[in-house]
């Protein structure tokens, strides 16, 4: 019995025609006409596609268009190869108890490198500080002022070089005493890594 690529190669060996001729009548491609005649069907287009080259050169080859078909569907294994396959399921992205493991370990250690580096960078940054009391230029009008601010909670404050008592909120007060020379106050806060910050308030004593 013969199979369809038999039959399309002796129907065209009788008229003798070439496979460019084959091509050039049936505008199928030689390449494809050849490996339907030897059902190499890994090099040929989807099945609905050569249901069409098979009855185009049964027409042209004089064969007789059912029965070419009906030899198509009975040597065509579709079911044993993959002919232009539709992506395997089994490849969709699905979330596994393994994945989220690594997902966790990578949470962790974004953490804990996130923490690390914002303590370094804490560490070689000088403290933030803020002087509500004095203003610039202020008139003082008392011999004892009170000088208060805030700053970073670990940072130690000195104003014109005597400290000050920190909170835990980063709040400072310190009373200092105030002369007819004294013009100007500096209030300083360093860090524990010795990073200082320093803020100058000129004041006009009128005592």
Known sequence: MKTIGEAI????????YSLAKVEDETKIKK????????????????????????????RFL?????????????????????????????????????LTFFVGIAVVL??????????????????????NEPQQNEVVKVRDFKVFGTT??????????????VNDDGSFTVDIAIYEGTNEIVISATSR????????RNIKPEL
Do not use: C, M
Request: hydrophobic share 35%.
């Open 31 to 58: 390449e494809f006409v050849e490996a339907i005649e030897n059902e190499k069907w890994e090099q040929l287009p989807e099945y609905p596609v050569l249901v069409g080259f098979v009855k185009n050169l049964s």
């Open 110 to 131: 974004v953490a804990i490198f996130g923490y690390l580096a914002f303590q370094y960078y804490k560490f070689i940054t000088p403290p933030r500080l803020s002087v």
């Open 152 to 165: 970073d909670p670990d940072a130690t404050v000195r104003v014109n070089n005597q400290p000050a008592l």
């Open 193 to 200: 890594s010795g990073k200082t910050t320093t803020i100058h």
């Open 62 to 98: 004089g064969l007789e268009e059912r029965s070419t078909v009906a030899l198509l569907r009975r040597d065509y294994p579709p079911k044993k190869l993959s002919i232009n396959p539709k992506p395997d399921v089994s490849s969709k992205f699905s979330w596994s108890p393994k």
């Open 9 to 16: 190669k002796n129907a065209r060996s009788k008229k003798r």
